[in-house]
């Protein structure tokens, strides 16, 4: 329903650069022993037996976790759950990398992507409460190694740090396709500007500042290079006296290329089943893409921002700047954080890098949440499954409702969500024919989403779950992607059967 280069942009800000090359070749791994892989426990064995797609047929079977890593072509994953406000449990399944075959456990490190965006929000919200940045000025004079060029109709009064955390200064450039660990690095300088060795375009207005919600990775690295600026020393240094450290994140680092702490226990991007060429890109986009961390690590972040959420004293923030921090500036989006909206309050991102999907949420009024990493394949697929199990087994039914079958839908239930919607980009005409609603997106074909309900949608080519509003004003994605809301603009013609 989706374009998968729209949905690509959307999960991780990182567009995939040019093919991997596939070195060495590839090795069958034998599947590590359970006990190398951390500690289990009846929630774990649980996921590994109970895997399900949103859509079930009658009398299908659960799916075993290591048969949907090798459906899914995913080498190893992470997981980290939160209950109760502490990290239940943590551990991994699979391999590092497929030359190697080292189990994935704890403590391995993967790259986050754009979950980086997140802990650098944290990062930038906590020099506003030192007084080092402003939120509301322009960024340019937090700035003194370089100035954003002004655009006097795009931006007139230059664009804030509440603008560039939210995603809404207008400014260009989605993603970055990161750098081959022998390759020259560009410096954020050269990034902004987008001048060699940088392979990403200059970073400028291209839309109104304030307007409209446009994701911009770019918008993080001209973050990256305030916070360094007023904090007068590296970006790396300053997240690790800041929060990687106060929060015991010990396998995590703004590390690239990751540092030898890192690369005793990392995990290697794959397609295919190959380490990718290099095993690993580098993304000076330190502030947008660059964070390696364990499941666990990102899991004690979410924990902090709970708990201070919460209204306790003592965390990163203070209750008060956490609850702006988690305050929808647009509809889905606060300063940092993704939203989910549709029932009680929740929070996280996604992450894609070259080999690497990454996926995080947490409630906002209670301590329960999961933290999800793999280095490979359709990952974002085998999340989803991993999600909806630890939400089944923990009765979160807002995190990922339990599977389900095909609901059979009178044509004037289905003829409720008939219409046009555009949000985020997207525009998606919506039919209500006798076997169900489809979805036309401009491309060769319409596609049927399969009914969970008479108000929640399936999307079987991309794995995305949508949510109307009770009065069919709008839907949300709420399961296999960020939550993007599309608004209602018109009434869509019925269409003969």
Request: glycine share 10%; proline share 9%.
């Amino acid at each position: 329903m989706i374009p998968s280069t729209y949905l690509t942009w959307l999960l991780g800000a990182a567009a995939i650069g040019s093919p991997a090359v596939a070195e060495p070749e590839r090795v069958q791994c034998v599947t590590p022993a359970s006990s190398a892989c951390g500690p289990s426990n009846p929630h774990s064995r649980y996921v590994e037996a109970n895997l399900n797609p949103a859509v079930i047929k009658p009398g299908a079977k659960p799916f075993v976790l290591s048969e949907r890593m090798r459906h899914y072509d995913v080498p190893g994953v992470s997981v980290a759950v939160i209950h109760r406000g502490k990290v239940a449990w943590a551990r991994g399944w699979g391999v590092r990398d497929t030359v190697s075959c080292a189990p994935v456990n704890p403590d391995t490190a993967f790259q986050s992507a754009s979950i980086s965006k997140l802990a650098t929000a944290v990062l930038a919200l906590r020099l506003v409460e030192q007084g080092k940045l402003k939120l509301d000025g322009d960024i340019n004079a937090a700035l003194h190694s370089w100035q954003l060029p002004r655009d006097p109709k795009l931006a007139p009064n230059g664009v804030t740090l509440r603008q560039l955390l939210s995603h809404t200064a207008g400014l260009g450039v989605h993603g970055f396709p990161g750098y081959l660990p022998d390759a020259p690095l560009p410096t954020p300088i050269q990034i902004l500007n987008g001048t060699p060795p940088s392979n990403s375009g200059a970073v400028r207005s291209v839309l109104p500042a304030g307007v409209q919600w446009t994701y911009s990775g770019g918008g993080y690295v001209l973050t990256q290079l305030a916070l360094s600026d007023v904090a007068g020393v590296p970006f790396p240094d300053l997240a690790e006296r800041e929060m990687l450290r106060p929060l015991g994140m010990t396998r995590s680092a703004y590390a690239q290329p990751p540092s030898p702490a890192i690369q005793s226990n990392m995990a290697f991007g794959h397609i295919s089943g190959r380490p990718i060429r290099g095993n690993y890109h580098v993304y000076p986009e330190l502030g947008p893409a660059g964070l390696w961390a364990s499941a666990g690590d990102l899991a004690r972040l979410l924990i902090d921002l709970q708990a201070s959420a919460a209204g306790q004293p003592g965390h990163r923030l203070s209750p008060a700047m956490t609850r702006q921090m988690l305050m929808p500036i647009t509809a889905n989006w606060g300063m940092g954080p993704a939203l989910y909206t549709n029932g009680p309050a929740r929070f996280g991102h996604d992450g894609l890098n070259e080999g690497f999907q990454s996926f995080m949420v947490a409630y906002v009024g209670k301590g329960e949440g999961i933290a999800v990493l793999t280095n490979g394949g359709q990952g974002r697929r085998l999340m989803d499954e991993i999600v909806r199990a630890v939400a089944t087994d923990y009765h979160w039914p807002e995190i990922a409702a339990p599977a389900a079958q095909e609901k059979r839908l009178l044509k004037a239930e289905l003829a409720k969500a008939m219409g046009r919607f555009e949000g985020g980009g997207l525009a998606v005409d919506l039919e209500a024919r006798r076997d169900g609603l489809y979805a036309n997106t401009g491309g060769p074909s319409s596609e049927r989403l399969v009914a969970l309900s008479p108000d929640r949608y399936r999307s079987e080519t991309m794995g995305l779950v949508v949510e109307f509003a009770k009065d069919f004003s709008s839907f949300e994605i709420v399961e296999g992607g960020p939550p993007v809301r599309l608004i209602r603009v018109n009434a869509a013609p019925a269409r003969k059967p």
